[in-house]
């Protein structure tokens, strides 16, 4: 099963250009049970091995604007630390509910953003400034939102620097996966513990993506990725609303079992007294 999901996540992953953090989180948690804190250290870490593949063939081509680079990695890592620390102590205080609903509300309003940004009419092509200096504040809460969640650094990354540069398109693609690359390579290592139990997984997943990959990239050029990215961000979107309701039935069940054990505590000396 984890050699499959690797491979169909890989694959969607050379179809429609999502990140790999953005789908592997929820499909761990939610059809394999792991835990968010270990799912988000795997999701990192397989983000990692994909793009390494993928980095060196950008360089090679030319596709890499290595100052608008440097202006993300600037703000980028700062945040992927601090999206990091975030994790680790929503884990250490026991808010596992918690986590599991902010995770799916980033994961809502990144899939919500992605399909609107999908789905409205093109606009006119005209002249525009290079405001390139902006990516370093702006991939701050990228970068926390990777390390918190995984998430974010193909998404949104891509969309910045489709506002924000004068880029050609192939250049936005290479510069986009190296900094998710770079920002991954920082969160999964400050993920290494928390994931650490989770290797097997990790590596069935890394050898049924390296068949995805593959095959993705032997496809990209007769499958229309526009109409799969749309299905994606919808299915996405569906599964950010599972994780909110599950953490919502959760917390629910907790308070009325602390109820039930406070009702109990009261009951019990007075019925003791009576006697």
Known sequence: MSYLIGFLIALFIALTGVGAGTITVPVLVLFLGVP????????????????????????????????????????????????????????????????????????????????????????????????????????LPVGAEVGFSSAGAGALGGAALLSLTTLAPAQVVGTDITFGFVVSLIGSGAHWFSASAQTGLLLQLIAGGVVGAVGGVMLSTRVPRRPLRIALWIWLLILGGQFIVNSYEATTALKHSAHRHTLVEWIAPAAIWKK
């Open 36 to 139: 968010a804190p270990a799912a988000v250290g795997i999701g990192l870490m397989f983000s990692t091995a994909v793009k390494l593949i993928l980095v060196p063939a950008q360089v090679i081509r030319g596709n890499i604007a290595w100052r608008t680079l440097g202006f993300m990695l600037w703000g980028g890592v700062p945040g992927v630390i601090i999206g990091s620390l975030f994790l680790r102590h929503l884990v250490s205080a026991g808010s596992q509910n918690l986590l599991n609903g902010i995770l799916g509300l980033i994961l809502i309003t990144t899939a919500g953003y992605q399909l609107f940004f999908s789905i409205r009419p093109p606009k006119r092509q005209a002249e525009k400034p290079d405001r390139s200096p902006l990516l370093s504040w702006l991939m």
